[in-house]
């Protein structure tokens, strides 16, 4: 049995000029022989920091990973949120155009991410290239090469990890940082007419919170927002295969064109997901804005439980809404770029954060990143109950 260590959780130093309100260093502890206690000292860190880096696990076992992230959430029972690698390949859509996902050899659900050459044995996968699983080419109007070449990038795609069809989002996801480019910080712009940047370290994932978007809501909005749910499409990913996103990485472009229902094929009505707009975090009870606007087929809004809901389903109107509350977090102050170092393990609460990756030239080296989580025991709760029959 692992014996309980006294590790410290210290909430990251801001500037005066940085307004994100999350954000923790975990050190003194060993992921390969943790005990309970200390499981669930961490599972309420990262409830509470939402993003927390966990020094120093530049020697865990692969298998142990996998193992803590089911002693994170130990009555979830489903393996990988987004399935196993067959079909993932088959109805990832987006997700998996042109990538291949490599599971590591013995521990298959923690998946090799990243970018670049992966060396010719990295856990047993031998002379892997990780070909697209980085890169700009979600957006509508990507950087040109040689701005990209000269540090100009975007975030990828800002997102929860969630199949949002099929399996409930995993609670949480584990993300062990194993090799890092090097060189000069990029700039990474907005290029939406905002003119806003900001300066990042090659590698890093970037986090806003939800509950603090929600924070800045009015009062109506939040009755609003508190009442309502959202539908999301049978096989999200692969309905929106076709679109790309805006310049910012979030949300989708104007102009692209979803698959028709006939075009996704046969789908089980069932398997649908239909989630409250607001998240209630189960430790500290605070209340996040946490929709995946890009996959949201409907909206069902009202402001109190009684009132029958006004269905939105058409979707330029649907992006108008959730776009409308999302950008206002959309800033460089309330974004934070997790200072992950090699050997770190960052995880993060996925029901209270939206994250983005940042692509980099090749140049500055690969990146490795092993990436782990499960579908979550209990899905989302919301301030009030939904119907699911509407
Ligand atoms: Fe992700």
């Known amino acids: 049995m692992a014996e309980s260590t006294p590790f410290t959780v210290t909430a990251v130093e801001r500037q005066p000029e940085e307004k994100y309100n999350f954000g923790a260093f975990v050190t003194g502890v060993d992921l390969n022989n943790i005990s309970d206690d200390d499981v669930d000292r961490l599972k309420a860190a990262v409830w509470r920091h939402k993003v927390v880096v966990v020094k120093n696990q530049a020697n865990l076992d692969p298998e142990k990973q996998w193992e803590l992230v089911t002693r994170l959430d130990p009555k979830a029972t489903d393996g990988h949120s987004h399935g196993n690698i067959t079909s993932f390949r088959a109805k990832g859509g987006?997700?998996?155009?042109?990538?291949?996902?490599?599971?590591?050899?013995?521990?298959?659900?923690?998946?090799?991410?990243?970018?670049?050459?992966?060396?010719?044995?990295?856990?047993?996968?031998?002379?892997?290239?990780?070909?697209?699983?980085?890169?700009?080419?979600?957006?509508?109007?990507?950087?040109?090469p040689s701005d990209f070449e000269n540090g100009i990038t975007r975030f990828q795609r800002w997102h929860i990890d969630?199949?949002?069809?099929?399996?409930?989002?995993?609670?949480?996801?584990?993300?062990?940082?194993?090799?890092?480019?090097?060189?000069?910080?990029?700039?990474?712009?907005?290029?939406?007419?905002?003119?806003l940047s900001m300066r990042s370290p090659a590698g890093r994932t970037a986090f806003f919170s939800t509950s603090q978007l929600y924070s800045m809501l009015t009062l109506e909005e939040k009755q609003l927002?508190?009442?309502?749910?959202?539908?999301?499409?049978?096989?999200?990913?692969?309905?929106?295969?076709?679109?790309?996103?805006?310049?910012?990485?979030?949300?989708?472009?104007?102009?692209?064109?979803?698959?028709?229902?006939?075009?996704?094929?046969?789908?089980d009505s069932s398997a649908v997901k239909k989630y409250p707009l607001v998240w209630v975090n189960p430790l500290t009870g605070e209340k996040a804005f946490q929709v995946h606007g890009i996959c949201a087929r409907r909206l069902y809004l009202r402001s109190s439980k009684d009132e029958e809901p006004r269905v939105i389903d058409d979707l330029q109107e649907i992006r108008k809404f959730i776009?409308?509350?999302?950008?206002?977090?959309?800033?460089?102050?309330?974004?934070?770029?997790?200072?992950?170092?090699?050997g770190d393990m960052v995880i993060w609460d996925n029901y209270g954060l939206?994250?983005?990756?940042?692509?980099?030239?090749?140049?500055?080296?690969?990146?490795?990143?092993?990436?782990?989580?499960i579908a979550g025991s209990v899905g989302p709760k919301g301030p009030v109950p939904i119907s699911l029959t509407a």
């Open 354 to 373: 939206f994250h983005s990756a940042i692509d980099y030239p090749l140049k500055m080296g690969p990146r490795t990143m092993h990436q782990a989580n």
């Open 225 to 267: 927002i508190d009442h309502s749910w959202v539908e999301y499409a049978p096989y999200p990913y692969k309905w929106i295969e076709r679109c790309r996103g805006n310049s910012n990485g979030l949300g989708l472009a104007d102009g692209g064109t979803h698959l028709t229902i006939e075009e996704l094929g046969e789908y």
């Open 94 to 144: 987006l997700l998996a155009q042109g990538r291949e996902v490599v599971g590591i050899p013995g521990a298959e659900n923690v998946r090799l991410i990243g970018k670049g050459f992966q060396g010719k044995d990295h856990y047993g996968i031998k002379n892997h290239t990780v070909e697209r699983g980085l890169s700009n080419d979600f957006h509508n109007v990507p950087p040109s």
């Open 323 to 342: 776009l409308g509350i999302q950008n206002r977090i959309l800033r460089p102050e309330y974004i934070f770029l997790a200072p992950a170092e090699e």
């Open 162 to 195: 969630a199949p949002l069809y099929g399996k409930d989002p995993a609670w949480f996801t584990t993300l062990r940082c194993v090799k890092l480019p090097r060189g000069e910080d990029l700039t990474i712009e907005w290029a939406d007419g905002s003119g």
